[in-house]
């Protein structure tokens, strides 16, 4: 019989505060710039220069150990991770080792409508290192390497999971999650392509029913959730093989090779390194008050978890629904600035999800940019008009596509292209006798009991009146005339 | 009248009544440093030109009738790991040779506020590691007293130029006695202030929890004057106090009558030269004469600094000087093909024996299974030091010690003797693990060698310490004396 096996994953997610300045000193943490523009003697860590810690910092560190619902340390440090390389200009970088700000924290994510809570182990902040730039591929084939210090001492949060992820589908859902989580709360753009969410990956096997953790390797290189969750899938199904083959796993950091769609195996010397942690001895510790906690804590938003169960309660939207609308905070404030302009919440979802989504995808535009055509209020307005039976659903489209091309309202597109639906009995009357008329076959099979043959009718009256007539009347009518 | 053998009080006085002018003073240190610098060798770099240009502004401005700063227009020399903008800063290494800073260090910002004429760089063992200068990768500095002889260290150039009358005063930097002992060699008062008096900011680091940047001087006015200036809060080191800095020359009042002096016992044990013993027994007769009452102390876990010291302080440079690669500044080896290659070159000749030594210890005390066994023990042994400190101060106002336990030692004598070496600090390094304050001054010789007398005080006690310096060289002649060159 075959051994079936299960899987343990842990996350350890990075993600850049997005503080004006960085983490020790005053220079920017803007994105982007010509390289070595954002920096100062204290990121370049030349000799003689100090630390100071950004207090802001500290307090993005509170806010999202406090939206993780962690325990927030009362005495934290900073200390020295050790290591030689060319992008850490000290050699040691400043992070945080036995006395993280944040502990003992969960997030909720849903599986297959089943709600599962995956713990996190600690919340540390830490200054990110710069860039190496290769004259070839690699530092080993390049005549020489250049380094931008300019993401030199940007703050960053670690994020670091229990080995409570069963699936590389679970690991994707509490990324995305994850995500979500430090946007609501404003601690950071999390925008995977300019690095600032940056996730790594432990992952073993092991048959079910053992205790025992199998032998895990850590996964690096993805750079989307979807990379996330195939370089999982493909490193489960690599390991359970090299299992089945009576073969062991390795230890080792093995990186994901977006291209081949494959795991490759790193050096696995970097295995051994001893990091020398030792308190900085340049920073005070820090004595955080419950004051200063609770202070912090008032300004947390809603977040993802109460805006869906408020869209569930107040809204009655599917849980379906208001999971996808809470997923992006841009998206979900979009929809509860809509919801001011319209009752018909459900309505509005549909659009949003449907018509918008598509829109956004294709477009590439961002709901919450200036120059985003379509206001919320606007696709409320829309939402409006349909239920008042000013338009149907099907001319609605038409407007929606008129209202990405003029950033203008329903309203104004439907006056001036004249396409208000006619819900007058008097004028769709003459339509539907002359439909009549000219039909008399479907008259005779709809009065033989034909009830599909109004179908055919109901689309001539709409034909002649261009879409206009409103189809609900239109039905009326032809049943009425048709007795 | 040589203007360079004068102290700074001496100076300001007659350019406050322009019987003088700051161009005459610089140029005077000038002079003595061309007839006397091949025989002390203190000096890694001079400014001459800057120097004088900044004399020359000092003399415009008394000459608008403006007032001046007691450390205005007065030539003064900073040893060579304090961040200068322009001007090289070596830290006496193979490794700094070319590194020109593009920033200065707070103290330097602050002396040049004050108006201070900066000379140049001074000679020290390289990156604050030794006890004789002799670690210098440049040259070794000389004893002005005896020219066989060490000036002490690691500021052995801040502490021979003013021996020498090389400069007025100068700026040195003590971890474990590195302003002290040196101070005590060469026959000048030397003050290591309470960790978190000055600002690190620019020092370049050895151990960041010990480095403490203080003055030497020809006396104690001069040394309060000194320290009043370059101490306070810097936001740029967190851990850097705030606290009010007092005017410290309110405490030269000359009296210390009712002053309680504790002498702590495991400073005078075997080991020290009985010479200096007999001085220091003077010392405390004198204190005694002066209405001072001297009683006996303990300080039971003495014994324990000098090893403490030697796990912390290398610990915490092993990762302090991780950052000299070859990457971005100073001494990079050529030959290399490859990264690695390059980090080891650079490192294996851009370090001297001393450096390598520790860093090697070091980074063996932070190894992952040992961490424990040295460095948080050590910590630890370092709380009970700075409580045997807290305890005596219930019951005396400043201790008093041997500043170190012979007078200076000839070259080569410990050099290859890394524990003899290390002994040489055995009294000066309890100070800067309890963070306290310690001055030395001068308190007479063995055999024509100068020999200093410690005095340690609580946290942000310097007055009180100064006030004890003062009276003691109100009434003795110690301090007068200058070496024959
Ligand atoms: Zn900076």
Same mark, same amino acid.
């Given at each position: 019989?075959?051994?079936?096996?299960?899987?343990?994953?842990?996350?350890?997610?990075?993600?850049?505060?997005?503080?004006? %300045?960085?983490?020790?000193?005053?220079?920017?943490?803007?994105?982007?710039?010509?390289?070595?523009?954002?920096?100062?003697?204290?990121?370049?860590?030349?000799?003689?220069?100090?630390?100071?810690?950004?207090?802001?910092?500290?307090?993005?560190?509170?806010?999202?150990?406090?939206?993780?619902?962690?325990?927030?340390?009362?005495?934290?440090?900073?200390?020295?991770?050790?290591? /030689?390389?060319?992008?850490?200009?000290?050699?040691?970088?400043?992070?945080? /080792?036995?006395?993280?700000?944040?502990?003992?924290?969960?997030?909720?994510?849903?599986?297959?409508?089943?709600?599962?809570?995956?713990?996190?182990?600690?919340?540390?902040?830490?200054?990110?290192?710069?860039?190496?730039?290769?004259?070839?591929?690699?530092?080993?084939?390049?005549?020489?390497?250049?380094?931008?210090?300019?993401?030199?001492?940007?703050?960053?949060?670690?994020?670091?999971?229990?080995?409570?992820?069963?699936?590389?589908?679970?690991?994707?859902?509490?990324?995305?999650?994850?995500?979500?989580?430090?946007?609501?709360?404003?601690?950071?753009?999390?925008?995977?392509?300019?690095?600032?969410?940056?996730?790594?990956?432990?992952?073993?096997?092991?048959?079910?029913?053992?205790?025992?953790?199998?032998?895990?390797?850590?996964?690096?290189?993805? #750079?989307?959730?979807?990379?996330?969750?195939?370089?999982?899938?493909?490193?489960?199904?690599?390991?359970?093989?090299?299992?089945?083959?009576?073969?062991?796993?390795?230890?080792?950091?093995?990186?994901?090779?977006?291209?081949?769609?494959?795991?490759?195996?790193?050096?696995?010397?970097?295995?051994?390194?001893?990091?020398?942690?030792?308190?900085?001895?340049?920073?005070?510790?820090?004595?955080?008050?419950?004051?200063?906690?609770?202070?912090?804590?008032?300004?947390?938003?809603?977040?993802?978890?109460?805006?869906?169960?408020?869209?569930?309660?107040?809204?009655?939207?599917?849980?379906?629904?208001?999971?996808?609308?809470?997923?992006?905070?841009?998206?979900?404030?979009?929809?509860?600035?809509?919801?001011?302009?319209?009752?018909?919440?459900?309505?509005?979802?549909?659009?949003?999800?449907?018509?918008?989504?598509?829109?956004?995808?294709?477009?590439?535009? %961002?709901?919450?940019?200036?120059?985003?055509?379509?206001?919320?209020?606007?696709?409320?307005?829309?939402?409006?008009?349909?239920?008042?039976?000013?338009?149907?659903?099907?001319?609605?489209?038409?407007?929606?596509?008129?209202?990405?091309?003029?950033?203008?309202?329903?309203?104004?597109?439907?006056?001036?292209?004249?396409?208000?639906?006619?819900?007058?009995?008097?004028?769709?009357?003459?339509?539907?006798?002359?439909?009549?008329?000219?039909?008399?076959?479907?008259?005779?099979?709809?009065?033989?009991?034909?009830?599909?043959?109004?179908?055919?009718?109901?689309?001539?009256?709409?034909?002649?009146?261009?879409?206009?007539?409103?189809?609900?009347?239109?039905?009326?009518?032809?049943?009425?005339?048709?007795? | 009248?040589?203007?360079?053998?004068?102290?700074?009080?001496?100076?300001?006085?007659?350019?406050?009544?322009?019987?003088?002018?700051?161009?005459?003073?610089?140029?005077?240190?000038?002079?003595?440093?061309?007839?006397?610098?091949?025989?002390?060798?203190?000096?890694?770099?001079?400014?001459?030109?800057?120097?004088?240009?900044?004399?020359?502004?000092?003399?415009?401005?008394?000459?608008?009738?403006?007032?001046?700063?007691?450390?205005?227009?007065?030539?003064?020399?900073?040893?060579?790991?304090?961040?200068?903008?322009?001007?090289?800063?070596?830290?006496?290494?193979?490794?700094?040779?070319?590194?020109?800073?593009?920033?200065?260090?707070?103290?330097?910002?602050?002396?040049?506020?004050?108006?201070?004429?900066?000379?140049?760089?001074?000679?020290?063992?390289?990156?604050?590691?030794?006890?004789?200068?002799?670690?210098?990768?440049?040259?070794?500095?000389? #004893?002005?007293?005896?020219?066989?002889?060490?000036?002490?260290?690691?500021?052995?150039?801040?502490?021979?130029?003013?021996?020498?009358?090389?400069?007025?005063?100068?700026?040195?930097?003590?971890?474990?006695?590195?302003?002290?002992?040196?101070?005590?060699?060469?026959?000048?008062?030397?003050?290591?202030?309470?960790?978190?008096?000055?600002?690190?900011?620019?020092?370049?680091?050895?151990?960041?929890?010990?480095?403490?940047?203080?003055?030497?001087?020809?006396?104690?006015?001069?040394?309060?004057?000194?320290?009043?200036?370059?101490?306070?809060?810097?936001?740029?080191?967190?851990?850097?106090?705030?606290?009010?800095?007092?005017?410290?020359?309110?405490?030269?009042?000359?009296?210390?009558?009712?002053?309680?002096?504790?002498?702590?016992?495991?400073?005078?044990?075997?080991?020290?030269?009985?010479?200096?013993?007999?001085?220091?027994? #003077?010392?405390?007769?004198?204190?005694?004469?002066?209405?001072?009452?001297?009683?006996?102390?303990?300080?039971?876990?003495?014994?324990?600094?000098?090893?403490? /010291?030697?796990?912390?302080?290398?610990?915490?440079?092993?990762?302090?000087?991780?950052?000299?690669?070859?990457?971005?500044?100073?001494?990079?080896?050529?030959?290399?093909?490859?990264?690695?290659?390059?980090?080891?070159?650079?490192?294996?000749?851009?370090?001297?024996?001393?450096?390598?030594?520790?860093?090697?210890?070091?980074?063996?005390?932070?190894?992952?299974? /040992?961490?424990?066994?040295?460095?948080?023990?050590?910590?630890?042994?370092?709380?009970?030091?700075?409580?045997?400190?807290?305890?005596?101060?219930?019951?005396?106002?400043?201790?008093?010690?041997?500043?170190?336990?012979?007078?200076?030692?000839?070259?080569?004598?410990?050099?290859?003797?890394?524990?003899?070496?290390?002994?040489?600090?055995?009294?000066?390094?309890?100070?800067?693990?309890?963070?306290?304050?310690?001055?030395?001054?001068?308190?007479?010789?063995?055999?024509?060698?100068?020999?200093?007398?410690?005095?340690?005080?609580?946290?942000?006690?310097?007055?009180?310490?100064?006030?004890?310096?003062?009276?003691?060289?109100?009434?003795?002649?110690?301090?007068?004396?200058?070496?024959?060159?």
């Amino acid at each position: 019989m075959a051994i079936q096996y299960e899987i343990v994953i842990g996350l350890e997610v990075h993600s850049e505060l997005k503080t004006a %300045s960085k983490i020790f000193c005053c220079s920017s943490t803007e994105f982007g710039g010509d390289p070595n523009t954002h920096i100062c003697p204290v990121c370049l860590g030349l000799p003689g220069v100090l630390p100071v810690t950004n207090k802001k910092v500290v307090e993005f560190g509170i806010k999202a150990g406090l939206a993780l619902n962690c325990t927030i340390a009362e005495f934290s440090k900073f200390d020295r991770k050790n290591y /030689y390389y060319p992008d850490l200009p000290k050699n040691y970088q400043i992070s945080q /080792y036995d006395l993280p700000i944040a502990e003992h924290g969960y997030l909720d994510i849903t599986v297959d409508g089943q709600q599962k809570r995956i713990g996190i182990t600690r919340v540390h902040m830490e200054e990110d290192a710069g860039k190496l730039v290769h004259e070839g591929e690699t530092m080993a084939t390049s005549r020489y390497s250049l380094v931008d210090y300019n993401r030199t001492g940007v703050p960053l949060v670690e994020i670091v999971s229990e080995p409570e992820i069963s699936s590389p589908e679970e690991a994707r859902l509490y990324l995305e999650k994850m995500k979500a989580i430090l946007q609501y709360t404003d601690v950071s753009d999390c925008k995977m392509e300019e690095g600032s969410l940056r996730c790594d990956a432990n992952i073993s096997v092991r048959p079910v029913g053992q205790k025992e953790f199998g032998t895990r390797t850590e996964l690096k290189n993805m #750079n989307s959730f979807r990379a996330l969750q195939k370089a999982l899938e493909y490193e489960a199904e690599r390991q359970i093989e090299v299992l089945e083959d009576g073969g062991r796993v390795i230890q080792e950091t093995r990186t994901w090779d977006e291209a081949r769609g494959i795991t490759l195996s790193m050096r696995s010397k970097e295995e051994a390194h001893d990091y020398r942690y030792f308190p900085d001895p340049d920073l005070v510790p820090m004595v955080i008050s419950q004051q200063w906690i609770e202070e912090i804590r008032q300004t947390l938003p809603e977040l993802p978890d109460a805006r869906k169960e408020r869209y569930v309660t107040d809204y009655a939207l599917p849980v379906y629904d208001a999971e996808v609308i809470t997923g992006s905070k841009e998206l979900s404030d979009y929809f509860d600035e809509g919801l001011k302009h319209t009752a018909n919440a459900k309505a509005l979802s549909n659009w949003v999800m449907g018509e918008l989504l598509k829109y956004i995808n294709t477009s590439g535009l %961002s709901v919450a940019g200036v120059d985003f055509p379509i206001p919320p209020a606007n696709l409320a307005e829309l939402v409006e008009l349909i239920d008042r039976g000013d338009i149907s659903g099907k001319i609605a489209k038409d407007v929606f596509a008129d209202m990405q091309e003029k950033g203008e309202r329903p309203s104004v597109i439907i006056e001036a292209r004249g396409l208000k639906q006619i819900s007058d009995e008097g004028a769709i009357a003459a339509v539907v006798n002359e439909v009549i008329a000219k039909n008399p076959q479907s008259v005779e099979d709809f009065r033989n009991g034909k009830d599909k043959a109004i179908g055919f009718l109901v689309g001539q009256v709409m034909k002649a009146t261009k879409g206009q007539a409103n189809p609900g009347v239109v039905n009326q009518l032809l049943r009425d005339k048709m007795k | 009248m040589q203007f360079n053998a004068l102290t700074a009080h001496e100076l300001h006085d007659r350019l406050a009544k322009k019987e003088i002018s700051s161009v005459e003073i610089t140029e005077a240190v000038f002079k003595r440093i061309d007839e006397v610098e091949e025989k002390v060798r203190s000096l890694v770099t001079q400014t001459r030109d800057k120097a004088l240009q900044k004399a020359a502004e000092v003399d415009m401005k008394i000459a608008r009738g403006e007032k001046i700063g007691p450390l205005e227009g007065i030539p003064v020399l900073i040893k060579d790991n304090m961040c200068t903008e322009g001007i090289l800063t070596t830290c006496s290494s193979k490794m700094l040779h070319n590194f020109v800073p593009p920033y200065n260090a707070t103290v330097v910002e602050k002396l040049k506020q004050a108006g201070a004429v900066i000379i140049g760089k001074a000679n020290m063992d390289e990156f604050a590691m030794g006890s004789s200068t002799e670690n210098s990768r440049f040259f070794a500095t000389r #004893n002005p007293w005896d020219k066989e002889r060490v000036p002490g260290g690691s500021s052995g150039g801040s502490a021979a130029a003013v021996a020498a009358d090389e400069t007025i005063y100068s700026l040195g930097s003590d971890t474990g006695g590195s302003i002290r002992q040196p101070a005590s060699f060469c026959g000048v008062v030397g003050l290591k202030p309470t960790y978190g008096a000055v600002s690190r900011y620019g020092l370049i680091a050895y151990a960041s929890s010990l480095d403490q940047i203080g003055p030497f001087a020809k006396d104690v006015r001069d040394c309060t004057r000194v320290f009043g200036t370059i101490a306070g809060h810097d936001p740029k080191d967190s851990t850097s106090a705030e606290f009010a800095v007092p005017d410290y020359t309110s405490f030269l009042t000359g009296d210390v009558k009712g002053l309680r002096v504790g002498i702590p016992r495991e400073y005078f044990v075997e080991g020290t030269d009985s010479g200096v013993k007999e001085l220091i027994n #003077n010392a405390i007769k004198k204190f005694e004469e002066l209405g001072a009452i001297c009683e006996e102390t303990s300080l039971p876990h003495t014994e324990y600094a000098l090893p403490v /010291y030697y796990i912390i302080a290398p610990a915490e440079a092993s990762s302090n000087l991780a950052r000299y690669d070859g990457v971005k500044y100073g001494y990079r080896d050529e030959s290399a093909e490859d990264m690695v290659t390059m980090y080891m070159r650079t490192r294996s000749e851009g370090f001297g024996t001393e450096v390598k030594r520790r860093i090697m210890l070091g980074t063996y005390a932070l190894s992952s299974g /040992y961490y424990d066994a040295y460095y948080l023990k050590a910590l630890k042994v370092r709380t009970l030091i700075k409580q045997d400190f807290d305890r005596a101060f219930e019951n005396f106002d400043i201790l008093i010690s041997p500043t170190a336990p012979t007078p200076a030692f000839k070259f080569g004598e410990k050099s290859d003797d890394p524990m003899q070496m290390y002994l040489s600090d055995v009294f000066t390094i309890s100070v800067n693990l309890a963070g306290i304050p310690g001055l030395t001054i001068p308190c007479g010789f063995v055999d024509g060698l100068p020999v200093g007398l410690q005095l340690m005080g609580r946290p942000f006690g310097e007055g009180t310490l100064f006030r004890a310096a003062y009276a003691f060289e109100q009434n003795t002649e110690f301090h007068l004396s200058r070496p024959k060159l």
